[in-house]
Nanobody, 124 residues
Framework: QVQLVESGGGLVQNGDSLRLSCAAS????????MGWFRQAPGKEREFVAA????????YYADFVQGRFTISSDNAKNTLYLQMNSLKPEDTAVYYC?????????????????WGQGTQVTVSS
């Protein structure tokens, strides 16, 4: 079991950058697959990025297009999402997630733990 707490969301302008953080506790952070999802108003929750903190390679949704970077500070049990060149269509609640598999990228039901979410709003 992992408990997840996101922070770092806010209101920014088109083209700005933002860094989201996810602090994890409970089950061993490095033994899980960690990721980020987002949900815009009126839309389904969608996958953004995933990473196994120890020994894994980042995996991104197609829409990221090099703008976002997922990383971890394993000594702090913290996951990050660095978001650059933000666009209004990136506006959403961003959720940290934990799973046993990278398969959560295409099967959201494989997510085992969710954070509470942090709001990102990008104005034009």
């Amino acid at each position: 079991q992992v408990q997840l707490v996101e922070s770092g969301g806010g209101l920014v302008q088109n083209g700005d950058s933002l860094r989201l953080s996810c602090a994890a506790s409970g089950a061993t952070f490095s033994s899980r697959i960690m990721g980020w999802f987002r949900q815009a108003p009126g839309k389904e929750r969608e996958f953004v990025a995933a990473l196994k903190p120890i020994g894994g390679s980042p995996y991104y949704a197609d829409f990221v297009q090099g703008r976002f970077t997922i990383s971890s500070d394993n000594a702090k049990n913290t996951l990050y999402l660095q978001m650059n060149s933000l666009k209004p269509e990136d506006t959403a609640v961003y959720y940290c997630a934990a799973s046993s598999t990278y398969g959560m990228a295409t099967h959201i039901e494989m997510v085992q733990n969710w954070g509470q979410g942090t709001q990102v709003t990008v104005s034009s």
